[in-house]
């Protein structure tokens, strides 16, 4: 006989179904008008609205803005994680318990601030530095790289926990110090995991980084903000594709880069 769908003794059954009342909750409270959003005025007004994109706008000079915005987009996105992929590295160390003898004291302490770093959302994180860093990408770049760190160093520490200790136990039982350990046993074997998570970053900084311009920190978004402002609906159509052109080519370039270090 199957078993049945529901057991009082389930611990599962009712978590999943706490989740199922809680969804049933979130549509109840939410004033979702589905039927006005459906209607024949809506879809008119989003067909013209969508047709005021065309035809783009493809003058030489407004091209050569559009490349130069994309260009510094894919920068910031690029230095950006670079910058949090050494920070969150930094981080991880002593945010990880590296062996069951480890009192990892600073474990505590250390993901707080990750979790500090990444709860704030990149749009929040450029606002904030625009009145330091001034407008610009330099703001969206340290904007990208704070919370992208909190993001990448969370995986490395879970990465570097979860990592077998034989080799570094066999080190340890030498007398090689810690330092070493680390180097010759743990980040030999976690290294193609925290390059995976990386480049996975970089996918996601991309599509940030389009974004915040918007608030002032440079790039695509920028122009973005600017012209769709003026109702320039041809300029925004050809901004609109070179950000899914940019993003389409950054996840094409991870996925090879993957694919590579996994042969």
């Known amino acids: ?14 978590f999943t179904l706490g989740i199922v009342v809680l969804v049933v909750a979130s549509f ?31 003058s030489p000079e407004f091209l050569r803005k559009v490349a130069v915005a ?16 050494a920070g969150g590295l930094l981080l991880a160390l002593p945010g990880s318990r590296l062996h069951a003898a480890d009192h990892a004291r600073g474990r505590t302490p250390t993901r707080w601030l990750l979790n ?11 606002a904030l530095l625009l009145i330091s860093a001034g407008l610009g990408p330099f703001a969206g770049t340290l ?3 704070l919370h992208t760190t909190g993001v ?11 990592t077998p200790t034989g080799p570094g136990d066999a080190l340890r039982a030498s007398g090689v110090p810690t330092g070493r350990v680390f180097l010759y046993a743990t980040l030999p074997q976690v290294l193609p995991q ?42 925004t159509c050809t901004i609109v594709a070179a950000m899914l052109l940019l993003v389409a080519f950054v996840d094409s370039l991870s996925l090879v880069t993957r694919r590579l270090m996994t042969r």
Request: hydrophobic share 55%.
């Open 116 to 126: 500090a770093l990444r709860s704030i959302p990149e749009l929040v994180w450029a």
């Open 152 to 162: 990448l160093g969370r995986l490395f520490a879970e990465a570097i926990e979860n």
């Open 70 to 85: 994309s260009a510094e987009t894919l920068a910031m996105s690029a230095l950006g994680t670079l910058l949090a992929a």
């Open 1 to 14: 006989m199957p078993p049945r769908l529901f057991d009082a003794r389930c611990r599962a059954c009712w």
């Open 143 to 145: 904007a990208l790289a």
């Open 28 to 58: 109840w409270s939410l004033d979702l008008q589905w039927a006005a959003f459906l209607s024949a005025d809506a879809l008119r007004s989003m067909g013209r609205f969508i047709g005021e994109f065309f035809p783009p706008d493809t």
């Open 194 to 235: 925290l390059l995976s998570y990386t480049l996975y970053r970089w996918e996601n900084n991309i599509r940030a980084a389009a974004v915040l311009g918007v608030v002032g920190a440079g790039g695509l978004g920028q122009l973005l903000a600017f012209h769709m402002g003026l109702f320039h609906m041809g300029k």
